[in-house]
Every structure is written in C-alpha cells, then in structure tokens.
Nanobody, 122 residues
Framework: QVQLVESGGGLVRPGGSLRLSCATSGYISSINVMAMGWYRQAPGKERELVATISRTGATNYSDSVKGRFTTSRENTKNTVYLQMNSLKPEDTAVYYC??????????????WGQGTLVTVSA
C-alpha cells in the first residue's frame, strides 16, 4: 500500500520558520499522482486545507497562509514540501500530508500521512 512519511514538525517561535517534508513509498509511479497537499487540524477543530500542488505544478493556498507558506514537489520521488515562514500561534496544529492518485481498479485514491505537530509559541 502507498504510505506517506512526514517530518519537520516541532516547536518554533512566532515569526520563525519550519519546513515540512512528506515522502511517499509504495508501488506507484509519478504519472499516477494527481495532486499532493497539506492539511492541518487543531484540537477541537475540523481538518482544513492548507495548500495543494497538482501534477502540473499548479498550487493553491488557503487565505490564512497565503504569502507565508510555500509548497513544492519533487515529482520523481513524489515528495512534497511545505515551507512555513512568519509563523503565527494560530498556525499551531497537526499537519497532515495528502496524496491523491489514480489507481486503475479503484479510481481516485487518497493517502494520508500520520501527521506531525507544529507548535508556534514564544
């Protein structure tokens, strides 16, 4: 099965930066990947979209992170990154990596990482 491994979470001061990485494993090729992205969830809140990047490289960001976060992708390894700058306390959440891909028997499939905690505090 396809698995996603995340890294980079931790404690950071307001105004600081973190870079999250998400690497995939499994028997899929880059041509099957439709999009990758990041979601986050704070305690007591629903999971929300942070950023996505399509197979073509097109990116989308939520209004709350525009201008501060940047997502990028290495298509060869199906790896996605989230560069987070100018972090705010309200960015504190568990961040999840998402991979959307096509499987010939199942159609579009979503795979999720285990989540990594980002805490922004002085």
């Amino acid at each position: 099965q396809v698995q996603l491994v995340e890294s980079g979470g931790g404690l950071v001061r307001p105004g600081g930066s973190l870079r999250l990485s998400c690497a995939t494993s499994g028997y899929i090729s880059s041509i099957n990947v439709m999009a990758m992205g990041w979601y986050r969830q704070a305690p007591g809140k629903e999971r929300e979209l942070v950023a996505t990047i399509s197979r073509t490289g097109a990116t989308n960001y939520s209004d709350s992170v525009k201008g501060r976060f940047t997502t990028s992708r290495e298509n060869t390894k199906n790896t996605v990154y989230l560069q987070m700058n100018s972090l705010k306390p309200e960015d504190t959440a568990v961040y999840y990596c998402n991979l959307k891909y096509y499987h010939y028997t199942s159609g579009t499939v979503d795979a999720w990482g285990q989540g990594t905690l980002v805490t922004v505090s002085a």
